[in-house]
Nanobody
Framework: QVQLVESGGGLVQAGGSLRLSCAASGRASGLYGMGWFRQAPGKEREFVAHIAWSSGSRGYADSVNGRFTISRDNSKNTVNLQMNSLKPEDTAVYYC????????????????WGQGTQVTVSS
């Protein structure tokens, strides 16, 4: 099993920044990569960003590309999401997920999830 714990959410004004962190424990060495997803009220969980543990290869949703940056610290089994130029439409609960295989954009390829952290961007 893998345990994931997110931190760093909060309330910020439009144009501001937040940094989210996700700490992985347990059998985290078995993961291929880590992803961030978000879910706004009444909407499906959507892909935000992904990073491969070994290569560091990154992928982003078009809606956040150029504003968000995902990074990893392999020694601490931690993945971070730096969010800049935040917009009200970025408001959601952000979830960290652990992926073993498959398309990193698809929710069903993440068997492990954290509890989520709320990000609210005011206009």
């Amino acid at each position: 099993q893998v345990q994931l714990v997110e931190s760093g959410g909060g309330l910020v004004q439009a144009g501001g920044s937040l940094r989210l962190s996700c700490a992985a424990s347990g059998r985290a060495s078995g993961l291929y990569g880590m992803g961030w997803f978000r879910q706004a009220p009444g909407k499906e969980r959507e892909f935000v960003a992904h990073i491969a543990w070994s290569s560091g290869s990154r992928g982003y949703a078009d809606s956040v590309n150029g504003r968000f940056t995902i990074s990893r610290d392999n020694s601490k089994n931690t993945v971070n999401l730096q969010m800049n130029s935040l917009k009200p439409e970025d408001t959601a609960v952000y979830y960290c997920g652990g992926r073993i295989s498959g398309d990193y954009r698809r929710v069903e390829n993440y068997p492990y999830w954290g509890q989520g952290t709320q990000v609210t961007v005011s206009s």
